[in-house]
């Protein structure tokens, strides 16, 4: 039963406030450290801790109380300049605000929060003495399920036998948990069911799914941070307009029904036609007005998804014996929400990996003649239809030829694609399962994963990830979006008169399939665009349909991994499609449905899952994609 029963809306609007504040006072502990006597900053820091005290202390959480009693009683030190700012005041500081956010996992539990690690509280009291001389160590890990706990003995001249995968686990589960388990524990189920996945995730942090390939749901959250808010803040002013937009609409249809009287009563003049024509082309207009407005609803600033990445940058960086600075830019411009969480790990990663791969150490910057401080810029932008999430840094940027020889040297490529591969193409070779520059696995990287995850969950939004590098200067990642997963623009095509919709997002041109000009390049039907060779792919081969006509058109189509040409018989424009999801029934290669302006529906195909079914099997011959096989033989007249 939750600690909080009968208090459950005001611990979520606790909980959605508190939490914007803390990171807010995350935000500005990496400013004051480059600012240490800056008392306005102070000032602000303390009334944040102050607010997340007062509502605590509301819901009775003892604990966080305590904690955040200690911290404001160290920040009222140093803002009447009792204390001074220092590395190891400011750790103690940090490591504060990381215990309150996990106090933030238990009460989303609705659990009441366990006590702060004692070290942290004896380096905060040090600290208000004026005593602290090292930044404080926390025991900040996961916990194993209680049945795997429970099932344990504390006996410590056990012995357990190896398991069934010859691995030790009872001495891996001794040296994580502190706790010796017997030799009748290998055998209980619960800790047999827990071990190996939960002793893991117990000592390094990281889960099952992360793992190169992985093909599921996005991922990179653990268990206590799959709480997804469904609530969103939404500007009174915009929900004012839609109050005054479904008003118009609601007198335009009473306008219409009074036509539709005289038209029914037969009153078929031309005023009343006139007057018919108006108000539907102002319902037309009213009704486009109403759903851009509707959608503004869903869109929310960016900057609170930014806001936790500079102390992210920060702690990492120091971690490593780097000095970096992470600049924000365009955080007010505006996302949907929907989109906001989903790419809070994919830029986690990418900001890990910028600071860990990509900025030099400061000896090796001062050596190559740059500043110590290294800069990582974190930047979102619209253009058009699209947003663009850019993580830039000025660190010593990446070498093709490294890169493929890394990759080689892993196996994920062949020498003959080593050697045809351009300089964008080897950038994307980072996005490969199982693809890591590192030298040796840490607990930061080298496992492979990062930006395979990255690229998977930034393909699931619709988005598109491309890299740019100049060696010495540093590496830019360029994410784009739409700006709404709700309406997606869409290509129809068709085949054999039956429409399908593929992703605007993915159409670079459509082109006319001339049989002069389609080659056969090792077994496949393949066409020169601006002298690139690119492979022919038919649409009734990715859909397992008959082709029973020799395509016309081709759309120049390109994902993450390659380009290509889509065959296709012919094509009806373009469309922005709302998409009906098929939660219930989803076919392979189908992303969801929608209905046309003439009521027809059309599906909406998931192009690279049906490229990634299909395989090498998605590719015709010149001789089957012209039905050259079919032709009745020339007739043979004799002189």
């Not at 955040?68 to 009222?76: A, G, M, R, S």
């Not at 994307?428 to 930006?451: E, H, Q, Y």
């Amino acid at each position: 039963m939750s600690d909080f029963a009968g208090m459950e809306e005001l611990l979520q609007d606790f909980l959605v406030e508190a939490g914007d504040l803390l990171s807010g006072v995350d935000n500005k502990l990496v400013d004051l450290e480059r600012t240490p006597n800056d008392r306005a900053l102070l000032n602000e820091i303390f009334r944040g801790f102050h607010t997340i005290k007062g509502g605590a202390g509301f819901l009775n959480a003892g604990e966080m109380v305590t904690l955040c009693h200690l911290t404001e009683n160290l920040f009222d030190l140093l803002r009447n300049g009792q204390q001074v700012v220092t590395p190891e005041v400011l750790d103690a500081i940090l490591s504060a605000t990381a215990t309150v956010r996990s106090m933030f996992g238990d009460l989303e539990r609705g659990m009441q929060p366990a006590a702060a690690d004692a070290g942290l509280i004896e380096a905060l009291r040090l600290a208000i003495a004026g005593e602290l001389k090292s930044a404080p160590k926390l025991h900040l890990k996961e916990q194993i399920s209680a049945p795997a706990v429970a099932s344990v003995a504390v006996e410590s001249s056990a012995v357990v036998p190896l398991g069934d995968d010859g691995l030790d686990w009872g001495s891996l589960y001794s040296a994580v948990t502190g706790v010796q388990p017997t030799a009748d524990a290998a055998t209980d189920p619960h800790l047999t069911d827990a071990a190996a996945d939960d002793i893991v995730k117990a000592a390094v942090g990281r889960r099952t799914t992360d793992k190169p390939g992985y093909q599921g749901p996005p991922v990179g959250r653990r268990d206590s941070e799959r709480v997804r808010d469904n609530s969103i803040r939404v500007d009174t002013a915009r929900l004012d307009q839609v109050l005054n937009l479904s008003g118009e609409i609601g007198l335009t249809k009473n306008r219409l029904n009074a036509l539709r009287s005289d038209i029914l009563n037969g009153k078929n003049d031309t005023d009343t036609l006139h007057a018919l024509d108006l108000a539907v082309s102002q319902l037309d207009l009213l009704v486009s007005d109403l759903q851009n407005a509707v959608m503004k609803t869903r869109m929310q600033p960016i900057g609170r998804l930014f806001q936790k990445y500079p102390r992210i940058a920060r702690d990492l960086a120091r971690s490593l014996g780097k000095d970096v600075e992470m600049q924000l830019d365009g955080e007010e411009t505006e996302i949907d929400k929907t989109m906001i969480e989903d790419l809070s790990d994919p830029i986690i990663h990418l900001i890990r990996n910028a600071v860990d791969h990509g900025v030099e150490s400061m000896k090796d910057r001062a050596l190559a003649g740059k500043p110590e401080k290294s800069i990582v810029r974190l930047e979102a932008r619209q253009e058009g239809d699209h947003i663009l999430i850019i993580v830039a840094d000025d660190g010593k940027g990446m070498n093709p030829e490294k890169l493929r020889a890394k990759a080689l040297e892993k196996g994920l490529i062949s020498d003959e694609e080593a050697n045809t591969m351009d300089e964008r193409q080897s950038y994307n070779l980072v996005f490969l399962p199982g693809f890591s520059t590192a030298d040796k696995v840490s607990d930061v990287s080298g496992r492979g994963v990062g930006m395979d995850v990255v690229r998977t969950n930034i393909l699931k939004l619709n988005g598109t990830i491309d890299i740019r590098s100049e060696q010495g200067k540093g590496t830019t990642f360029i994410i784009s979006l739409p700006l709404t997963l709700a309406i997606l623009p869409v290509l129809l095509v068709c085949l054999n008169d039956q429409p399908f919709a593929v992703p605007l997002s993915m159409v670079r041109e459509i082109l006319p399939i001339a049989a002069s000009e389609v080659q056969e390049l090792g077994g496949r039907a393949t066409m020169v665009v601006r002298g690139e060779v690119l492979p022919i792919v038919t649409l009734a081969a990715l859909l397992g349909w008959p082709q029973e006509r020799v395509p016309e058109y081709g759309v120049l189509m390109q994902t993450a991994e390659q380009s290509f040409i889509l065959a296709i018989d012919s094509f009806a424009g373009r469309e922005d499609a709302v998409i009906k999801s098929l939660d219930d029934f989803r076919p392979k290669g189908v992303a969801g449905v929608s209905t046309l302006s003439n009521g027809q529906i059309v599906l909406i195909l998931d192009m690279k899952e049906l490229l990634a079914s299909m395989g090498e099997q998605r590719t015709v011959t010149r001789a089957q994609l012209l039905r050259e096989d079919q032709m009745p033989p020339p007739l043979l007249i004799a002189a």
